[in-house]
T-cell receptor, first 114, second 114 residues
Framework: GAVVSQHPSWVICKSGTSVKIECRSL??????MFWYRQFPKQSLMLMAT?????????EQGVEKDKFLINHASLTLSTLTVTSAHPEDSSFYICSAGGGDQPQHFGDGTRLSIL | AQKITQTQPGMFVQEKEAVTLDCTYDTSDPSYGLFWYKQPSSGEMIFLIYQGSYDQQNATEGRYSLNFQKARKSANLVISASQLGDSAMYFCAMSSDNFNKFYFGSGTKLNVKP
C-alpha cells in the first residue's frame, strides 16, 4: 500500500485562489519531505525541501512567498500555492523518506487554475 | 551541481524484445545514488531500480537491470522482454544528499508495440 499520501489528487479553481496540498507519511516519521513540480511532458523539478520545525529550503528560482511550505509535524507537510494564476497550473508531487526509509513519492496533485 | 541527461525523448520497442534507455550524469560528489522511475499516464512515480555509486555489481530487479559504467558516468536502464504495460515515461534520477533529494532527467517516453 501507499506509504506517502497526497491530497487532493486533482484541484480546479479560479485565478486568485490559494490552494493547499497535503503530503502525509504513513506509518513512518519524515523529518524531511520534498516538493516537486512537473509541467506537461517535462521532468520533475525540485521546488523545495520541507524541514520539520524549521523553514523550508527553496531551490533557485522558486518564489517562497508564492509557494508556502509548512512542515508542522513529522508526518505532514503542506504546500500552499498563494493567489494562484493559470501559469501555476501544473502537477505537484511530494516525496518523503530518509534514514532507514527509502524515498517514497505521493501520487501527485494536478492543479488547474482557470 | 548535479546534472542528469536523457537523450532519448521517445523510444519504440516491439513486445517481448529488450530495450535500453540511456542516462548520463555529472556530479562532483564522491557518493551518490542512481535511480530509475516509471511514470504512467496517471502520474504516480513507480520506483524501478537503484544503483549506489560504490556498488561493484550492476543492480537487477526482475526484468530491469541497470548498466552502470562509473568511468563513463552512465546508468542505462535495460528492460528485458518488454510488455505492453511497460509503455510509460521513464525518468533517471540522481541523489547525493543522503539519498533524499532527487534530480531528474528529462525523461524517455517508451512505447511498446504489439
Amino acid at each position: 500500500g501507499a506509504v506517502v499520501s497526497q491530497h487532493p489528487s486533482w484541484v480546479i479553481c479560479k485565478s486568485g485562489t490559494s490552494v493547499k496540498i497535503e503530503c502525509r507519511s504513513l506509518d513512518f516519521q519524515a523529518t524531511t519531505m520534498f516538493w516537486y513540480r512537473q509541467f506537461p511532458k517535462q521532468s520533475l523539478m525540485l521546488m523545495a525541501t520541507s524541514n520539520e520545525g524549521s523553514k523550508a529550503t527553496y531551490e533557485q528560482g522558486v518564489e517562497k512567498d508564492k509557494f508556502l511550505i509548512n512542515h508542522a509535524s513529522l508526518t505532514l507537510s503542506t504546500l500552499t500555492v498563494t493567489s494562484a494564476h493559470p501559469e501555476d497550473s501544473s502537477f505537484y508531487i511530494c516525496s518523503a523518506g530518509g534514514g532507514d526509509q527509502p524515498q517514497h513519492f505521493g501520487d501527485g496533485t494536478r492543479l488547474s487554475i482557470l | 551541481a548535479q546534472k542528469i541527461t536523457q537523450t532519448q525523448p521517445g523510444m519504440f520497442v516491439q513486445e517481448k524484445e529488450a530495450v535500453t534507455l540511456d542516462c548520463t550524469y555529472d556530479t562532483s560528489d564522491p557518493s551518490y545514488g542512481l535511480f530509475w522511475y516509471k511514470q504512467p499516464s496517471s502520474g504516480e512515480m513507480i520506483f524501478l531500480i537503484y544503483q549506489g555509486s560504490y556498488d561493484q555489481q550492476n543492480a537487477t530487479e526482475g526484468r530491469y537491470s541497470l548498466n552502470f559504467q562509473k568511468a563513463r558516468k552512465s546508468a542505462n536502464l535495460v528492460i528485458s522482454a518488454s510488455q505492453l504495460g511497460d509503455s510509460a515515461m521513464y525518468f533517471c534520477a540522481m541523489s547525493s544528499d543522503n539519498f533524499n533529494k532527487f534530480y531528474f532527467g528529462s525523461g524517455t517516453k517508451l512505447n511498446v508495440k504489439p
